[in-house]
Nanobody
Framework: VQLQAFGGGLVQAGGSLRLSCAAS????????MGWYRQAPGKQRELVAT???????NYVESVKGRFTISRDNAKNTVYLQMNSLKPEDTAVYYC???????????????WGQGTEVTVSS
């Protein structure tokens, strides 16, 4: 099983970006999916999560600006980021709790990270 993230880049403050993360491999089911970010010199922080049923949760600093969604048929999670600020600059990582085919345990998997830079 692997997660592959796409969509990072350089954008001016106030602009938008959409991140995508697709899970592939011998997947039986995917529970919660999410996005984390790590800014230079800071710890990784949770940005947003979404359950398999569509319930969402956001860190306070992105509420009203970011929207997390998922396409269960495509095993893909998205993060629409609007009204971006320089403080949103970070490497963004996707995450998913996945049950593999033939395995009872649920494993936590990470994507490779995609860099988002917001210029002022």
């Amino acid at each position: 099983v692997q997660l592959q993230a796409f969509g990072g880049g350089l954008v001016q403050a106030g602009g938008s970006l959409r991140l995508s993360c697709a899970a592939s491999g011998a997947i039986f089911s995917i529970n919660t999916m999410g996005w984390y970010r790590q800014a230079p010199g800071k710890q990784r922080e949770l940005v947003a999560t979404i359950t398999s049923g569509g319930s969402t949760n956001y860190v306070e600093s992105v509420k009203g600006r970011f929207t997390i969604s998922r396409d269960n048929a495509k095993n893909t999670v998205y993060l629409q980021m609007n009204s971006l600020k320089p403080e949103d600059t970070a490497v963004y990582y996707c995450n998913a709790n996945i049950r593999r085919v033939g395995v009872l345990d649920i494993g936590k998997y990470w994507g490779q990270g995609t860099e988002v830079t917001v210029s002022s």
